[in-house]
């Protein structure tokens, strides 16, 4: 069974950065597209960043809030995908996601395997 666990969420400053991290099992990470997702309290799921298949490094998608602030790699040796977020705002409060599937794209409806979130939070 596909399995994606999240890790590496914490309270922080705003300003400050953190590493998200996911560990992919189950599956033949490489052929899946990987993408990172968030939910703020009474808000709906947004994307945040999308991770090509087959890429180590490069992503075909960022959200325009976080674009310069937040990047996406992965390691596919390792099964691991990360989200690099640096220079924190309050505004970025919100569990993220890990997702991945076999077509990618830039929608959450089109992800059919996910972890169960890691919170972060930014205080001012």
């Known amino acids: 069974e596909v399995q994606l666990v999240e890790s590496g969420g914490a309270l922080v400053q705003a300003g400050g950065s953190l590493r998200l991290s996911c560990a992919g099992s189950g599956f033949t990470f490489r052929d899946f597209a990987m993408a990172w997702f968030r939910q703020a309290p009474g808000k709906q799921r947004e994307t945040v960043a999308v991770?090509?298949?087959?890429?180590?490094?490069?992503?075909?998608f960022y959200q325009a809030s976080v674009k310069g602030r937040f990047t996406i790699s992965r390691d596919n040796a390792n099964n691991m995908v990360y989200l690099q977020m640096n220079s924190l705002q309050p505004e970025d409060t919100a569990i993220y996601y890990c997702?991945?599937?076999?077509?990618?794209?830039?929608?959450?409806?089109?992800?059919?395997?996910w972890g169960q979130g890691t919170q972060v939070t930014v205080s001012s």
């Open positions: 997702a991945a599937d076999e077509l990618g794209g830039s929608k959450a409806g089109t992800y059919n395997n």
């Open positions: 991770a090509v298949i087959g890429s180590s490094a490069d992503s075909e």
